[in-house]
């Protein structure tokens, strides 16, 4: 099995910064894409940002030129930096990755969710 661990959750004034990070750990032999996504009650869950394991990446349309996707591939852990935080981005944000485990099969995995609110 694959576990995902995020950290650095919070409070952030408008207008402040967060850093996300999330960690993978267990049967990994190989780690593709990860991504970050969040989901507030009663909505969706949706993609914030994605990267692969090359260091492409993707965007949803109301993060671009505010948050930073980047991933360290030695130490199976993906990052979002996240500045000129808006009200708007208050979510629980949840870390996901898909790859191949050990073991040969692939794997898919979500974090527990960390909360992110920003408030003044």
């Known amino acids: 099995q694959v576990q995902l661990a995020e950290s650095g959750g919070g409070l952030a004034q408008p207008g402040g910064s967060l850093r996300l990070s999330c960690v993978a750990s267990?049967?990994?032999?190989?780690?593709?894409?990860m991504a970050w996504y969040r989901q507030t009650p009663g909505k969706q869950r949706e993609l914030v940002a994605s990267i692969t394991s090359g260091g492409n990446t993707n965007y949803a349309d109301s993060v671009k030129g505010r948050f930073t996707i980047s991933r360290d591939n030695a130490k199976n852990t993906v990052y979002l930096q996240m500045n000129s935080l808006k009200p708007e981005d208050s979510a629980v944000y949840y870390c996901?990755?898909?790859?191949?485990?050990?073991?040969?099969?692939?794997?898919?995995?979500w974090g527990q969710g960390t909360q992110v609110t920003v408030s003044s």
């Open positions: 267990g049967s990994i032999f190989r780690i593709n894409d």
């Open positions: 996901n990755a898909d790859g191949l485990e050990v073991q040969g099969a692939d794997f898919a995995s």
